[in-house]
């Protein structure tokens, strides 16, 4: 049996570019008032982009909140809330790889950090693809990488990619769509 939980209030402690921060009062089954973050995140849409020998498109970049660069795939947040999906997949993949699809379908949703924070990605799957010039926002600087997919699995088992939406793409990639590819 599921236990009762009431969020009672709710605080804004600040505000960011991409996320605001709370503190929720939370009625837990005892009846005790405690207090829990939450993070609330507008989206993102995220794209594996596999060109037609079946090498993948990711992007490498600087995280901050990493101190490091990440290979990921391509993937960026909603302009604003409502922004259909698919249009800012479409529109992440040309930005950042330069790639347009001739076919996108959705693949996965996740939900990246469910203890504190409401961030969805809605992950998409292009193929189709043709080159085209990179349109990057004033403050990205990536390079363009293309890898098989043994070549990415073997660098999710050493740890050398632990961006959890491209772990996800990958994997989903790998067991329900790339055997059944011509």
């Known amino acids: ?6 969020r009672v209030g709710r605080e804004l402690v600040g505000k960011g ?6 503190h929720d009062s939370i009625k837990i089954p005892d009846g005790t008032v405690e207090t ?7 989206g993102a ?14 992007v490498n970049q600087y995280r901050a909140a990493l ?5 990921e795939i391509p993937a960026g947040g909603y ?3 409502g922004e259909p999906e698919m249009e800012a997949a479409v529109r992440e993949l040309k930005e950042e790889t330069g790639y ?6 959705k693949i996965l ?14 992950i998409f799957l292009a193929t189709d693809l043709t080159p085209g010039e990179q349109n990057l926002d004033p403050d990205e600087y990536l390079s363009v990488e293309t890898y098989t997919l043994d070549e990415l699995i073997d660098m999710i088992s050493r740890f050398e990619i632990v961006d959890s939406k491209t772990i996800c793409a990958i994997m989903y990639y790998r067991d329900h769509i790339s055997q059944h590819r011509i």
């Open 45 to 58: 849409a995220a794209v594996l982009p596999v060109l037609p020998d079946g090498r993948i498109v990711m």
């Open 1 to 6: 049996m599921k236990e009762k939980y009431e």
């Open 67 to 71: 101190d490091s660069f990440c290979l």
């Open 79 to 81: 302009q604003f809330r």
């Open 100 to 105: 347009t699809a001739g076919k996108i379908e």
């Open 109 to 122: 949703d996740i939900r990246t950090t469910v203890a504190f924070c409401n961030e969805r990605i809605a």
């Open 36 to 42: 829990w973050d939450f993070i609330d995140h507008k």
């Open 17 to 22: 570019t991409i996320v605001d921060y709370y």
